[in-house]
């Protein structure tokens, strides 16, 4: 699977290597190209996954986050480790 912001791949993994989170697909930290992330003021914290990071993705305000350190129970609760997971929005396309 890939992000791709048009013709910029943003991150790429196999699919059995993301995790599927409330319709997001979240990317293991290895698999993001960090150059194209800049860390994001934007505050948010989601009730029961935790404070999120949000990233611009090459000048694109707010189109990825990530949960540095979930909640408690989080992790359980979505049956992986998901901290530092990066997942995509608005802009960003991902597919196969």
Same mark, same amino acid.
């Given at each position: 699977m890939q992000a791709r912001l048009g013709? @910029?791949? =943003? &991150? %790429? &993994?196999d699919e059995s290597d993301l995790i /599927? =989170? +409330?319709?997001?697909w979240y990317f293991p930290p290895a698999s993001v190209n960090w150059d $194209? $992330? @800049?860390p994001s003021d934007t505050p948010y914290t989601c009730a029961w996954k935790g404070e999120c990071q #949000? #990233?611009?993705?090459d000048g694109h305000a707010d189109n990825?986050?990530? #949960?540095? %350190?979930?909640?408690?129970g989080s992790? +359980? /609760?979505v049956g992986? %480790?998901?901290s530092g997971y990066v997942a995509f929005w608005q802009d960003v396309q991902v597919g196969a």
């Amino acid at each position: 699977m890939q992000a791709r912001l048009g013709d @910029t791949i =943003i &991150a %790429d &993994a196999d699919e059995s290597d993301l995790i /599927r =989170i +409330e319709g997001n697909w979240y990317f293991p930290p290895a698999s993001v190209n960090w150059d $194209l $992330l @800049t860390p994001s003021d934007t505050p948010y914290t989601c009730a029961w996954k935790g404070e999120c990071q #949000y #990233y611009d993705v090459d000048g694109h305000a707010d189109n990825a986050f990530a #949960y540095p %350190d979930p909640k408690p129970g989080s992790i +359980e /609760r979505v049956g992986r %480790d998901f901290s530092g997971y990066v997942a995509f929005w608005q802009d960003v396309q991902v597919g196969a």
